[in-house]
Every structure is written in structure tokens, then in C-alpha cells.
């Protein structure tokens, strides 16, 4: 099945580097399925970043260790991207591919309480499915990294022991919403009535609601690229 799925991939890719070479970029709405080569994948969406142009964001847990994805447009067209930067901490990840969208606008306002949300995914990795629910606050959470010997803690993360063992944590505040959602979703743009992006989502809970990471660490993300 592996070696399938890589002879599917340099297949993907050789034409999609032919195409891009002769025509310009595939035009496309800004989500898009990703599809990681070894099973799985998630969603994702395109922001604007003034270094690299258009991005595909998505969770690094979408895209693993994996230096290529395959991207399905709303044409059902597929194409490879190339993952330019990840972070475990944050769980992020961006990609870069050639097409042609209207990437979405960030937020400047932090909703309020039971502010209308709604999100837009592939659950289940199937139609592009939009949800709707309300903000409902944010939960706090530290995501530990152990360190080696004399090995520091990088900006922005926090130094600390952990049972005796030195580690760096990052304190990641996830946003909650009632939207609802599924394996495929992660990645999904959270968004606000005027399709401005509020975060991204990163994980389900029992009931399917849906927990997201805030704007402000995805700008922290992007400044780094």
C-alpha cells in the first residue's frame, strides 16, 4: 500500500510540476482537503504571507513527518504541495502549492462569549461540510518538550522541571466552540459571520465539539516562516 501510495504521489507531482511550468495556478476555493501519502489527512486553508505569498495552514498532526501532501481542490483536482514549516508545539503546519484563491482575512476582534462561529472541513474526509455553533471561551493547556544536556529553551516557550527532567512547554490556549466535527476536520478554518478567520481547528471532544487554536498563535507561526 506504501509503495502505491508513493507511485500515486510522484505521479501527482511530475504533473503538477509540468502544469505549473506551462499554465497558471489552478483556481480553487480556499479549503481544501489535504491527504497525507501514508493514510489519513485532514483540511486545510490559505492565508496570505508576505514572504512566501499564498499558504496552505493546516495541524503538523495532518501532515506527520511528511515533506510533500497531496492537496484535492473543489475542483476534485489533485495537487502536490510541499510542507515549507511545521511546529510540533503549536500544531501547525504550512504549505505551499501553486493556485489560484481568496485567501481568508484574520480577525482583529477576539469574539465574545456565544459570538456565531462556524467552520468549514472535509469530516470524515469526504464533501466540503460547513458547521455552525457559538464561541464558547477558551481552556488552558501546557504541551511539554524534554530537553538534551545543555540544550536551551527557545522563544516563546518556558523552562521547567519535570519530574526531575528538564523540559521547555509551550502554554497553548485553545479556543472551544459547538461546532461540530470529525477525523478529516482537523485543520478546518474557524470563522466569524464575515468569513474572517478566528483560528484553527485541532481537535474533538466526546460530543464533537470542536476545540480550536486562537489567531494569535497562528501569526506567531507565520512570523517565524
Do not use: W
Not at 96 to 120: C, G, M, N, W
Not at 125 to 154: D, H, I, W
Not at 179 to 192: A, D, N, Q
Request: glycine fraction near 10%; charge should be neutral; charged fraction near 15%.
Amino acid at each position: 500500500m506504501k509503495t502505491v501510495f508513493l507511485v500515486l504521489f510522484q505521479s501527482i507531482l511530475f504533473v503538477s510540476c509540468a502544469t505549473q511550468a506551462v499554465s497558471p495556478p489552478t483556481k480553487i476555493m480556499p479549503v481544501v482537503m489535504v491527504i497525507n501519502l501514508l493514510g489519513g489527512g485532514g483540511t486545510g486553508f490559505f492565508v496570505e504571507h508576505k514572504k512566501h505569498g499564498l499558504l496552505l495552514i493546516t495541524n503538523n498532526h495532518v501532515c506527520e513527518e511528511n515533506r510533500f501532501m497531496i492537496i484535492k481542490g473543489s475542483n476534485n483536482q489533485l495537487k502536490a504541495g510541499a510542507v515549507i514549516g511545521r511546529s510540533r508545539n503549536l500544531d501547525l503546519c504550512a504549505i505551499k502549492v501553486a493556485v489560484d484563491t481568496v485567501p481568508f482575512e484574520r480577525s482583529l476582534i477576539k469574539p465574545p462569549l456565544k459570538q456565531p462561529v462556524h467552520t468549514e472541513g472535509f469530516p470524515g474526509l469526504m464533501t466540503l461540510t460547513k458547521s455552525y455553533g457559538v464561541f464558547e471561551g477558551y481552556a488552558s493547556e501546557r504541551n511539554f518538550s524534554f530537553l538534551s544536556p545543555g540544550q536551551p529553551c527557545e522563544f516563546p516557550m518556558h523552562f521547567a522541571m519535570v519530574k526531575g527532567k528538564r523540559a521547555c512547554y509551550l502554554e497553548q490556549v485553545n479556543g472551544l466552540t459547538t461546532t461540530k466535527g470529525s477525523p478529516g476536520s482537523s485543520g478546518s478554518p474557524v470563522l466569524t459571520n464575515d468569513d474572517r478567520l478566528l483560528g484553527v481547528v485541532v481537535s474533538v471532544d466526546d460530543f464533537g465539539n470542536q476545540a480550536f487554536i486562537p489567531g494569535e498563535f497562528l501569526d506567531l507561526f507565520l512570523g517565524d516562516l
